[in-house]
């Protein structure tokens, strides 16, 4: 049996799966990974990791029989791919199977702005209802202008999904696709023309800060901002300063720069839903998530190809 890396966790209907091909080794045993991986490094060859832990560079390099990397998400931002590719090693990744799932989660923290949802449920749970009467009046979350930050596999399940709320789908993306849809090279003229913004795009360096103070600032006070993709895309401080000052109107908000920590800053605000990077979440999703890891590894061990390469390692 091939020695299999386990980083982070798995469900255990991937662990059965797993257990039945692979001797698996879990980093969280070891009280001192660095140290475990100088010891046992040579003996891996497949990991499974997550797009949380990710794979650190310095881990890869520990390991110089490595093949395969089988990343339990769509997002691979904490896995350096390059790294990998140079070193033979193939990285896989779950798109596809959490499309509808992460844009059933865009539009409930879209309409949970909108409409008040925390708010409402507080007047009702509070008491304040009864004493005070009825809540105020939330805003329509139909006919709005959304900007997609990122049309692709997400993004456009997040377009199909905004379909019966007559929303007019503005998109940014770094190329221009043949769908329906306005398409703005400037991110700033988006937010401009935009009453909601929905970053999908993934993290990593090209998109660290992309919505940042102009772009924030161009969306304005009656504007909402909506994040599930990663928390780096967004200027956390900017957007902070800019809810607490009535520049920017709502935040939804699914990811953080430094999750699981988020500002007290940002935890006090009013304007804003906050999630604990739920987006694909639920259990049917997370299930054919670790279903297509663990077909990535098995079928790598059986007849040596994948099913969902990552990008930089289509041709492999
Ligand atoms: P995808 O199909 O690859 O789509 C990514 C989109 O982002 C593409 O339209 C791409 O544009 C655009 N993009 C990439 N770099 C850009 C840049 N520098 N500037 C502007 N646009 C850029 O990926 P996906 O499957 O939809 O997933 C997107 C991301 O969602 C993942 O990488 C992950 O970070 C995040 N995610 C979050 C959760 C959650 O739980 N919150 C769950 C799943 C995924 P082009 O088409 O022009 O290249
Ligand atoms: C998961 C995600 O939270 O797929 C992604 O990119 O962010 C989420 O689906 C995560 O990857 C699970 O570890």
Redesign the pocket.
Known sequence: MADLLLI?GATPQMLERLEATFTIHRLADAEDPAAWLVEHGAKIHYVAT????GVKPDYIKAMPNLKLIS??????DAIDTRLARAGGIMVT??PNV?NAE?ASTALMLMLACYRNLLADDAHVRSGDWETNGNAPLSRSADNQVVGIVGLGRIGQAIADKLAPFNATILYHSRSQKMVPYQYYGSLVDMAQAADVLICITPGGEETNKLVNFEVINALGPKGTLINVS?GSVVDETAMIAALQDGRLGWAGLD?FEQEPKVPEALRALSNVVLLP?????SHETRAA?GDLTVDNLLQHSNIGTVISPVPECEDM
């Not at 990077?277 to 979440?281: M, N, P, Q, R």
């Open positions: 982070g997550n797009g949380h832990d990343c339990y998400g769509v997002g691979y990744h779950t959490l992460v990663r990811v990077h739920v987006g694909s979440a998530m």
